[in-house]
T-cell receptor, first 114, second 110 residues
Framework: NAGVTQTPKFRILKIGQSMTLQCTQDMNHNYMYWYRQDPGMGLKLIYYSVGAGITDKGEVPNGYNVSRSTTEDFPLRLELAAPSQTSVYFC?????????????FGPGTRLTVL | DQQVKQNSPSLSVQEGRISILNCDYT??????FLWYKKYPAEGPTFLIS?????DKNEDGRFTVFLNKSAKHLSLHIVPSQPGDSAVYFC?????????FGAGTRLTVKP
């Protein structure tokens, strides 16, 4: 049981490049999330999904896209990288939205856009 | 709109003493709160939680207190150990989302 895995761990992009951050969970959780964490700030929600085929925007969705074709995978796409997207990205999953169901996080992807 | 606030970015305590981490919230709709712990280069991991119908929840060295009238909760760690050095996030579920505070970096000195 690997939990939530993310790849890559680190990436440097040039302005205007694109990339996909991968996220996989093996806990059969319905809910999956993408957060970004900037220095000194809390986690901000980018996108989330409540099940395969269903996604919705979070607090800071601009510049990102997601898809959820399977329960296990929830990739995050950056189409035209900008310096403002330099951040640490965390994927998380959760069994349901019931309050006592905590989120399980991946180890994060540190992205730098130059 | 930061609905969950942790106003102390850092805290340093001596090994064996008590660590108290604070969290304030503004949204009266929150009815459950969680604390997460984060080590460098790792994702946050769940530590302890509390429902709004309680004012205290204890798990070993960790106790969370909730004061609903003040919209304030605190995490007590007794006794503090060097392995507790990490960033601690306060969080509250809201619909499909989880709202996080900015975190407090705890350093426990041997």
């Amino acid at each position: 049981n690997a939990g939530v895995t993310q790849t890559p761990k680190f990436r440097i992009l040039k302005i205007g490049q694109s990339m996909t951050l991968q996220c996989t969970q093996d806990m059969n959780h319905n809910y999956m999330y993408w957060y970004r964490q900037d220095p000194g700030m809390g986690l901000k929600l980018i996108y989330y999904s409540v099940g395969a085929g269903i996604t919705d925007k979070g607090e800071v969705p601009n510049g990102y896209n997601v898809s959820r074709s399977t329960t296990e995978d929830f990739p995050l796409r950056l189409e035209l990288a900008a310096p403002s997207q330099t951040s640490v990205y965390f994927c998380a999953s959760r069994r349901s939205r019931v309050a006592y169901n905590e989120q399980f996080f991946g180890p994060g992807t540190r992205l730098t856009v130059l | 709109d930061q609905q969950v606030k942790q106003n102390s970015p850092s805290l340093s305590v001596q090994e064996g003493r008590i660590s108290i981490l604070n969290c304030d919230y503004t949204n009266s709709m929150f009815d459950y709160f969680l604390w997460y712990k984060k080590y460098p280069a790792e994702g946050p991991t769940f530590l302890i939680s509390i429902s709004s119908i309680k004012d205290k929840n204890e798990d070993g060295r960790f106790t969370v207190f909730l004061n609903k009238s003040a919209k304030h909760l605190s995490l007590h760690i007794v006794p503090s150990q060097p392995g507790d050095s990490a960033v601690y996030f306060c969080a509250a579920p809201l619909g499909n989302d989880m709202r996080f505070g900015a975190g407090t970096r705890l350093t426990v000195k041997p």
